[in-house]
């Protein structure tokens, strides 16, 4: 597994020519989704982990302070730390590990559920906006068939923006992780909320330094 090197986030990013949808992940979001997991029992520190969406691995850091073991990988080369792989488009990987969690781009998000969860061997998690859960399409072709485990809607906003972290963006958007556990104790989806303060709550001094630059992004287009 190749090491995280937080001194070169944003430094070595290349952006593709045509938007690939890139909205780094707020690093106190991921720990708001591993700390609802450790409290119902889940044990993170004994399971693998990969982000197959990681970008520059906004989400693989805060990861890898609970799994054993994390890998990220991206379509794009935006960080010569991770491997690029086409998660979609290539057959499953030799690499099974036990949960796999990433922020998707949004108009993939469908594809990348559907073959998140038959791949994990015992957890499937997505960043998605609120509206997601709403659709004929996914319900049809997702929750009615793979039912989600947990959905878990943050009352904080979750501001992301494109092609970099910006700990002081604001959004009016709403954010949800969707959350499939294979074998689950709870036969029912669970619907609960990420109480307010999390952003409080799982930000720690050291995230500006560790995942956000003073580096040239690309234009600034809006957030979500």
């Known amino acids: 597994m190749l090491p995280l090197d937080h001194r070169h986030v944003m430094q070595s990013r290349r952006e593709p ?3 690939l949808d890139y909205y780094p992940t707020p690093p106190w979001s991921t720990r708001a989704l591993c700390e609802l997991l450790l409290a119902r029992g889940i044990p993170l ?3 693998t982990a990969w982000d ?3 970008g520059e691995g906004h989400m ?3 990861l890898r302070e609970y799994f054993s073991e994390v890998e990220g990988s991206d379509i794009h080369p935006y960080d010569d730390a991770f491997r690029v792989h086409d998660f979609i488009a290539t057959p499953d990987s030799a690499f099974r590990p036990d949960a796999i969690i990433t922020n998707p781009p949004f108009r993939l998000a469908l594809p990348f559920a559907l073959k998140m969860v038959p791949t994990c061997k015992r957890l499937a998690a997505v960043l998605v906006r609120t509206t997601w859960l709403e659709g004929g399409e996914r319900y049809r072709d997702l929750f009615l068939p793979i039912q ?3 959905i878990a809607q943050f009352c ?3 501001p992301m923006v494109k092609g970099r972290w910006d700990p002081n963006a604001s959004t009016a958007t709403g954010y949800a992780w969707v959350v499939w556990v294979k074998r689950a104790r709870w036969p029912r989806t ?3 909320w990420i109480p307010p303060g999390a952003k409080v709550r799982h930000s720690r001094p ?5 995942y956000s630059s003073l580096a040239e992004a690309p234009l600034f287009d809006g957030d979500l």
């Not at 050291?206 to 560790?210: I, S, T």
Request: charged residues 30%.
């Open 52 to 54: 197959p969406a990681c």
């Open 17 to 19: 020519p045509d938007s």
């Open 206 to 210: 050291e995230d500006v330094a560790r």
């Open 45 to 47: 520190d004994t399971m």
């Open 148 to 150: 989600p485990t947990l």
């Open 156 to 158: 904080d906003r979750v």
């Open 60 to 62: 693989v850091g805060p």
């Open 190 to 192: 669970e619907f609960t």
